[in-house]
């Protein structure tokens, strides 16, 4: 019995054993690369046919650019990641920190299928590597990138929550998730969004990004001033903080204080004679903000003249300012000379194809509009424009039913597109369509007269005002039965109007009110334009005549409220004004001169209104420089 019993004993540490030798000479299986990691490895392999090095030094490499927190390194770290993925493709690490760096460097100009791109890759890596802070938070800062849409606002939120509460993360690691958290608020609550970035400084108060975004929470809320106080000590502590020195100018800009803006880069100038980053912002200055396009060329050729100091980015990047500059003033044959030499350079400069796509535009060439089109497609930051921009095309191509498509998505995307509405009267009255033609123009003719499209004063993107409306005249005349039929006269005198083209739109009112000498519409219009005229006589007159004529038409009170105020008959001014905003709440240039009539007597009052005003359109500067103003 004891021989059968240490037999079994035997026999099972015998086969113990063998199961432990097994297992130790086992090749343990090595995970497969993900099909989102597979799919980027060729392309990136042509980019980069002499890589040499580990990829746990490129991985380094990429990390230390990364923590420089500035926005010129986040290139240079992109790539570094993208290398040290090519050298190990298992690398989660690698992919957080392409994704990062992708994020926070390109901002709103990620085009969509690097972000498409960028978001399989990270995916991927959650799935393999699991939901690490590390891979949350790069995540999240991809989905800021598109922080306009409500869906990947609220997921970005939900990532940089999720992140907070896991045990694992550093506090560099919850600084950054409440960055996140900060800017997912930045246009809905200021107070909230400096609760979370007060937050994060105490956990990182060394990350150079809290004081921007702060700067930023603090404009949202228009305090213009605490902005600039914020930007300033951080410039203080660190004057080569490129990102905080173009916020500030901006802001300067935008608030319509251009010498402010320009003192600045003079004096980085003055202590970095050459530097083509405070150099060049000197020259866009003449151009975009000052209203002197030949002064901006002097100046932009001037700095060609040293362009073998540079590289061919940046070179390109002068070259596209200057083809702008040469647009600005009129010469767009210079214009795509220097846009397409641009292109030479860096054949995928969004902005140089813009260029060349507006004067092709202008010149109604469909294919090289077409063309360029493909170039910035997805890229210009704003794809409202993007989709006015390829209705404009469709009606050069004779498609103006799928023109009409485009423009009205604009206007779903971007309700802040008067232009886009204009453009979708003119496609569907190139379709012949009279009734859906009058309904898309009736309600421009109600929309706020003063603000045709949020246009950025300071961009890469640069558009001469009105340009969208450009080159789509008498098409609406088309519709019209006969001499005496008044609507299509009277919208093609709106388009003109849009288009600044005052006398022409003066004269299809004068047309319209012919044939109905109580047209509201035509009377409003035709008092905004003696106001620009500086006519305020007779600006009284039609405004009256115009709300006689329409006590229901929201433009006509305005009309009224506006000349009343230049006239300085302020309690008139306000009631009109308040007439107007009664029947339409979204005429925001009502809203804004109502604050500023209202500020002597009620400054808390107009300052909270002027706040909701850009609020709503940031884009509107009027209400910005009241803000500012009323500050001082």
Known sequence: TLLVVGTGVGGFFFVKHQEAERRRTEVVPVAAIPEAVQAVLPRWKLKYLELEGTGAERLAEGQKQLARDERFAYAEAEESFQQALLLDPRSDEAIAGYVQALALGRGAGLDDSTFAEASALVEASESRAGRTPLLLLA????????????????????????????????????????????????????ALARNHFDSAEKLAPELKRIQYYRALAHESAGEYSLALDTLRKRLKADPRDWDSLSATSRIYQEVGEPG??????????KADPGELR????????????????????RELRALLKARERHGDRD?????????????????????VKFAEEALGLAKELPEAHLQVFLVALEQRDAAKARKHLEGFKGRLEDRALEMVLEGRVLLLEKKPAEALERFQEAVSRDERRLDAQLLAGVAA??????????????????????????????TRFWMRPSETVKGVEDVILSLAVNADDPGPYLYEGLL?????????????FRDVLESDANNAGALAYRAL?????????????????????????????????????????????KRSLREALGLSPT???AKARLAELEAPQRRADARAQLVSVVGLDPAYLPAKRMLYLLER
Do not use: W
């Open 139 to 190: 995540h999240a800062n991809l989905l800021l990138t598109r922080s306009r849409q409500a869906e990947p606002l609220k997921q970005a939120k939900e990532l940089a929550d999720e992140s907070l509460k896991q045990a694992q993360a550093t506090d560099a690691q919850k600084a950054e998730a409440h960055l996140v958290l900060g800017r997912c608020f930045l246009s809905s609550s200021g």
């Open 260 to 269: 402010e803006a320009r003192k600045l880069y003079e004096a980085r100038v």
């Open 278 to 297: 405070a150099l060049l912002p000197l020259a866009v200055l003449r151009y975009q903000s000052e209203g002197n396009p030949a002064a901006g060329v």
């Open 315 to 335: 070179v390109a990047e002068v070259l596209v300012h200057l083809a702008a500059a040469e647009r600005a003033a009129g010469n767009s044959e210079a214009g």
């Open 429 to 458: 009255a190139g379709a012949k369509r009279r009734e859906d033609a009058f309904r898309a123009l009736n309600l421009a003719l109600r929309a706020d007269p003063m603000r045709l499209e949020p246009r950025p004063l300071v």
């Open 496 to 508: 003109r109007f849009h288009q600044g083209e005052l006398d022409a739109a003066d004269r299809h």
């Open 529 to 573: 334009i003696a106001l620009r005229r500086g006519n305020l006589n007779e600006a009284r007159a039609l405004s009256t005549r115009a709300v006689s004529a329409g006590r229901q038409l929201p433009v006509a009170h305005l009309a009224q409220g506006l000349v009343l105020g230049e006239s300085r008959q302020v309690e008139p001014a």
């Open 587 to 589: 005429l925001l240039s």
